[in-house]
């Protein structure tokens, strides 16, 4: 079975940084682009940031220069360093993993930017 678990997300002030962690099972992290993808409420889910097998990334405008996505291939396990972070960035975060013949989704976590 697949499972990919997110941990890392609370609550922090405005310019603080947190990082959030995918840890997978069941499927090898570096064959999958890796992503993660956001959902404040009453919005759509957004892509923030992803990776590739190749370890290529690409991030939203919105975050680009903020955050960091990097892969750890001993953990099997996907990060999101978050820095100067800013209220619109609340939302639920999820990490997501895809190739062509299949995809998953973790649970997301929490992260709250508020003063």
């Known amino acids: 079975q697949v499972q990919l678990v997110e941990s890392g997300g609370g609550v922090v002030q405005p310019g603080g940084s947190l990082r959030l962690s995918c840890a997978a099972s069941?499927?090898?992290?570096?064959?999958?682009?890796m992503g993660w993808y956001r959902q404040a409420p009453g919005k759509q889910r957004e892509l923030v940031a992803s990776i590739t097998s190749s370890s290529w990334t690409n991030y939203a405008d919105s975050v680009r220069g903020r955050f960091t996505i990097s892969r750890e291939n001993a953990k099997n396990t996907v990060y999101l360093k978050m820095n100067s972070l800013k209220p619109e960035d609340t939302a639920v975060y999820y990490c997501?993993?895809?190739?062509?013949?299949?995809?998953?989704w973790g649970q997301g976590t929490q992260v709250t930017v508020s003063s």
């Open positions: 997501n993993a895809v190739r062509s013949s299949d995809g998953y």
């Open positions: 069941g499927i090898i992290a570096s064959a999958y682009k």
